[in-house]
Nanobody
Framework: QVQLVESGGGLVQPGGSLRLSCAASGSIFSINAMGWYRQAPGKQRELVAAITSGGSTNYADSVKGRFTISRDNTKNTVYLQMNSLKPEDTAVYYC?????????????WGQGTQVTVSS
């Protein structure tokens, strides 16, 4: 079994910054892609950013130039540095990891961390 634990959410003023962290633990030999998703009230969950095991990244257009995803493979941890935050970034942010096993690759999710951007 694999567990993902997020941290770093909170309340921040527009223009501010936050750094989210997500640590994976459990029966892990390696992790393929890791990513951050978000879900605002009344909206569908959407991809924010993703990073492969080799470091290739992908971002939603709405966060390009403001957010940076990175990972530390030695710690099975993924980060999301969020700068120039806007009220529309307010959402619950979820960490995701694609973990290979002997029977196939499985998606795991964290419990979510609230990010609120408001003055």
């Amino acid at each position: 079994q694999v567990q993902l634990v997020e941290s770093g959410g909170g309340l921040v003023q527009p223009g501010g910054s936050l750094r989210l962290s997500c640590a994976a633990s459990g029966s892990i030999f390696s992790i393929n892609a890791m990513g951050w998703y978000r879900q605002a009230p009344g909206k569908q969950r959407e991809l924010v950013a993703a990073i492969t095991s080799g470091g290739s990244t992908n971002y939603a257009d709405s966060v390009k130039g403001r957010f940076t995803i990175s990972r530390d493979n030695t710690k099975n941890t993924v980060y999301l540095q969020m700068n120039s935050l806007k009220p529309e970034d307010t959402a619950v942010y979820y960490c995701n990891a694609d973990v290979p096993t002997q029977t196939g690759a499985y998606d795991y999710w964290g419990q979510g961390t609230q990010v609120t951007v408001s003055s």
